[in-house]
């Protein structure tokens, strides 16, 4: 399985949001190739979509916009008229994150910020893919997931 991340404009975290959700991918065992785009924005931009889209008027770190219904803990499978003609691959969706809420958030939380945007962006390949965080179990389950991801990565809380 190949995934492929289109950028809206250059990142220093491009390669390092291609290996998390490549990784992502793996694990899930997406069964088919996929493509997903990644926005990097600040916090202004960030509310403005958050407000636009979901009606709530603050910034966020991350948002995802999932184009397929997924239901993670299933064998994942997409219908034929999923899938690109030109390209073969799945569309999963739509990743817009604040580096300044990033950025923001790694000194709060200790670790680096490379640490924190790789969190954010296997959060929201899960979200993509399905899972969700409304209530304990859930949160429970979709963590374990992100934590598994980054630690195929080496991409630990104690990172650097």
């Avoid at 509310?47 to 770190?61: K, S």
Wanted: proline residues 3%; charged residues 30%; negative net charge.
């Amino acid at each position: 399985m190949k995934i492929k991340v289109l950028f809206d404009e250059e990142s220093v975290f491009q390669s390092l949001i291609e290996q998390v959700l490549e990784k992502g991918a793996e694990l899930e065992e997406i069964p088919f190739n996929a493509e997903v785009s990644v926005c990097f924005t600040n916090n202004e931009e960030i509310r403005q979509i958050n407000f636009e889209q979901r009606g709530i008027d603050r910034a966020t770190d991350v948002l995802s916009f999932p184009m397929l219904e997924m239901i993670p803990g299933t064998a994942y499978s997409v219908c034929p008229e999923d899938l690109d003609p030109e390209t073969g691959r799945v569309y999963l969706g739509d990743i817009v994150i604040s580096l300044e809420q990033a950025e923001e958030q790694a000194k709060e939380y200790g670790h680096s910020i490379k640490r924190e945007t790789a969190f954010l962006a296997v959060h929201s390949l899960m979200h993509l893919l399905g899972y969700d965080h409304m209530n304990d179990e859930e949160r429970s389950v979709m963590r374990l997931h992100e934590e598994t991801v980054l630690a195929a990565l080496s991409l630990t809380r104690e990172e650097e």
